[in-house]
């Protein structure tokens, strides 16, 4: 691992280096693919034009943190910033000088990337719902089709690489943690394209499916407390190696990324079966556009 992670602060260092006057791109586009924006501004936007989509869109961004969550905990990933200095690989050689930013202490571990993780299943589910829309139910699909086809997965490619480039630029993760990021969050899109039953979810689903993940969670970061695993083993770190200590953002924690996701999972099951939305939203007010866009306006 070593030598993976040698070859992550290399790339983290020469983008660095040739790429300086990219900074304020690079911070803006990891600020961007932050899952709070996905929450507070596609989510909206996308749910007023296509219920479904805005559904599977929470759904896919909300399942797909849980289990970047668990598998952080298993894999115990390292962040450039502070394995640089932590590693006894450079004892014999200097160690490639790394800048920080704003954006770089996050404190938990960095394997997968949850931010390129987020942005793959958020941005997977609106290519295919644009996708769909345009096939149409005759499944037509013409030449104009195939040049949107073309133009929408390669806009999608281009947002997936500037992510992890972002990334990789502020030494927050390695490479290969944000390539697995990718892979994981296309794969939980993908199976969620075939799950159908989260449409029509009751409020009682809702209450077990949160209750389900809170509790799971919550007792296997017990048990591997149990045999001696301190999960907090990254706040001490990015704590320590952290340039600027108003740099470390406490609201990356595990915990914290995970009730504010349970909490806007639960809030949609809320909102969906409540008596206001099944009046408004779903009867015939609902299905006009001015509606529809002061619901975005105002969200």
């Not at 281009?158 to 943690?177: K, M, N, T």
């Not at 899109?189 to 799971?216: D, E, G, N, P, W």
């Amino acid at each position: 691992m070593n030598l993976l992670h040698d070859t992550g602060i290399q790339a983290t260092h020469w983008l660095q280096e040739h790429f300086q006057g990219s900074q304020d791109w690079f911070l803006f586009v990891s600020f961007a693919a932050d899952l709070r924006n996905a929450f507070f501004i596609l989510f909206p936007i996308w749910f007023h034009f296509s219920e479904l989509v805005g559904i599977r869109l929470i759904w896919v961004a909300v399942i797909g943190d849980w289990l970047n969550l668990v598998f952080k905990w298993i894999l115990f990933g390292e962040r450039p910033y502070w394995w640089v200095h932590e590693t006894d690989y450079y004892s014999n050689t200097s160690a490639p000088e790394i800048q920080q930013f704003p954006l770089t202490c996050e404190t938990g571990p960095g394997s997968p990337s949850g931010h390129a993780m987020g942005a793959a299943g958020v941005y997977y589910v609106m290519v295919t719902a644009l996708l769909s829309t345009a096939t149409g139910k005759k499944q037509s699909r013409t030449l104009k089709y195939w040049l949107l086809r073309m133009v929408l997965w390669a806009g999608f490619w281009a947002v997936q690489v500037c992510v992890c480039l972002s990334r990789v630029f502020i030494a927050a993760h390695f490479p290969h943690q944000v390539i697995t990021g990718v892979i994981s969050g296309m794969a939980v899109a993908k199976i969620f394209q075939h799950i159908r039953c989260i449409y029509h979810a009751s409020l009682r689903r809702y209450m077990a499916i949160t209750l389900f993940l809170f509790s799971f969670a919550l007792g296997f970061y017990l048990l591997l407390r149990a045999l001696g695993v301190d999960l907090l083993w990254t706040l001490e770190r990015a704590e320590r190696w952290c340039a600027h200590p108003e740099w470390v953002h406490i609201d990356t924690t595990p915990f914290a990324s995970l009730l504010r996701n349970l909490g806007i999972l639960f809030g949609l099951g809320l909102a969906l079966n409540s008596h206001m939305y099944l009046e408004s939203c779903r009867g015939k007010q609902g299905q006009q556009l001015p509606f529809r866009l002061g619901c975005i306006a105002a969200s």
